[in-house]
């Protein structure tokens, strides 16, 4: 093993047991920059296909064509946002000059209505909420249902025990193969 690696791990160890955060952090990026850092081999990919039982489909013959293709379709695709974008200071420079104050004005408070209107909805739906959630509340909490529920409870934990019970009682060295 390279000296320099035993080095900065024996720096890195030394820093982690005298409790420097800093110090230990940056000892172990040395370390860890330090390493080798193997290539895989030639065919690795394949050999774990193989003995995952996967298959390795081939390229198709007509995929360089098609990358052309594809490129052809972005460039046009970039030259049409390009157009776009070149006309539309000739489209937003006159409509911005006929916008108003007031016109402004009638936009921002209808926005503001909206959204108050929205958030009353949204204040009534919640208030719903909390009615069926007060109701809920008022019949669980009832001692003939908190009855009910502890027995359930209780006939529950009951069960898995018969049920443990019954699977584990005939288990021994029995059932166990011998190899």
């Not at 920059?33 to 990919?45: E, K, M, R, V």
């Not at 000739?90 to 929205?118: E, N, Q």
């Amino acid at each position: 093993m390279d000296t320099t690696l035993i080095r900065r791990f024996r720096r890195w160890m030394h820093d982690e047991k005298a409790q420097r955060a800093d110090g230990a952090d940056v000892a172990f990026k040395h370390f860890f920059d330090s390493l080798p850092h193997p290539a895989p081999t030639a065919g690795f990919a394949e050999r774990v296909l193989a003995q995952l039982g996967l298959e390795i489909l081939p390229v198709p013959a007509t995929a360089p064509a098609m990358a052309g293709a594809y490129r052809v379709g972005i460039a046009f695709a970039l030259l049409m946002a390009g157009l776009v974008a070149a006309t539309l200071p000739g489209i937003v420079i006159p409509m911005v000059g006929s916008l108003s104050p007031g016109l402004l004005t009638d936009v921002a408070l209808d926005s503001l209505a909206g959204l108050v209107r929205t958030m009353s909805r949204g204040l009534a739906l919640g208030r719903a909420f909390a009615d069926v959630g007060q109701t809920l509340q008022e019949a669980l909490l009832t001692p003939m249902v908190m009855m009910t529920i502890a027995a359930s409870a209780l006939t529950s934990i009951i069960a898995f025990r018969v049920l443990h019970q019954v699977l584990t009682r005939d288990r021994s060295s029995y059932y166990v193969e011998s190899s």
